[in-house]
């Protein structure tokens, strides 16, 4: 199935709030979010995406018939990786198994790549997500390597997996 990628819209609250007010997204996604989420915490952070610097942070809306299912960001990193960038996403319960991960992965990197001098991405899911590291996979992510203890999540210490994307050199 086929997504579409575009901007946040501030009009878009009441839906992202809607899909994120979910404890299975939000077990699999970092700490900082609020639960319960509320129309205030997504125009919160709808507005601070469109005033974020452009260079640095590329969120968008995932969509279906311009009604947001979901929400990716690649956020570049600094100092010597600075033509790195760690992706992060999340698709909402309803749409779960339809293919709409693997579609916006694939397009967001495209993206980047073509947009940017962002020449590696990344993403860490944890280990128990195994949808999410078959989207990664899908897409064209290569597996990296086994982060071992490397987080705390819901008061459990957990593994995560790393996978990346290399942009390829002209001529691969």
Same mark, same amino acid.
Not at 96 to 114: D, P, R
């Given at each position: 199935?086929?997504?579409?990628? /575009?901007? $946040?819209?501030?009009? @878009?609250? &009441? /839906?992202?709030? @809607?899909?994120?007010?979910?404890?299975?997204?939000?077990?699999?996604?970092?700490? =900082?979010? %609020? #639960? %319960?989420?509320?129309?205030? @915490?997504?125009?919160?952070?709808?507005?601070?995406?469109?005033?974020? &610097?452009?260079?640095?942070?590329?969120?968008?809306?995932?969509?279906?018939? &311009?009604?947001?299912?979901?929400?990716? =960001?690649?956020?570049? *990193?600094?100092?010597?990786?600075?033509?790195?960038?760690?992706?992060? #996403? #999340?698709? =909402?319960? %309803? #749409? $779960?198994? *339809?293919?709409? =991960?693997?579609?916006?992965?694939?397009?967001? *990197?495209?993206?980047?790549?073509?947009?940017?001098?962002?020449?590696?991405?990344?993403?860490?899911?944890?280990?128990?997500?195994?949808?999410?590291?078959?989207?990664?996979e899908k897409a064209g992510f290569q597996f990296e390597g086994l982060l071992r203890s490397n987080a705390v999540k819901n008061g459990k210490v957990i593994d995560m997996k790393m996978y990346s994307m290399i942009k390829k050199s002209d001529g691969e």
């Amino acid at each position: 199935m086929q997504c579409r990628i /575009r901007e $946040w819209k501030p009009e @878009d609250a &009441d /839906r992202l709030a @809607d899909l994120l007010n979910n404890r299975k997204i939000l077990d699999n996604l970092r700490d =900082g979010l %609020p #639960y %319960p989420y509320t129309q205030k @915490d997504a125009k919160e952070f709808i507005l601070d995406m469109l005033q974020a &610097d452009k260079t640095k942070t590329f969120a968008f809306a995932i969509t279906m018939e &311009d009604k947001v299912v979901g929400s990716i =960001g690649v956020f570049r *990193c600094d100092n010597i990786h600075f033509r790195t960038a760690e992706m992060g #996403y #999340y698709i =909402g319960e %309803p #749409y $779960w198994g *339809c293919g709409l =991960g693997t579609s916006a992965v694939t397009q967001v *990197c495209k993206y980047i790549f073509e947009n940017t001098d962002i020449i590696r991405i990344f993403a860490e899911p944890f280990v128990y997500n195994a949808a999410s590291c078959r989207v990664l996979e899908k897409a064209g992510f290569q597996f990296e390597g086994l982060l071992r203890s490397n987080a705390v999540k819901n008061g459990k210490v957990i593994d995560m997996k790393m996978y990346s994307m290399i942009k390829k050199s002209d001529g691969e």
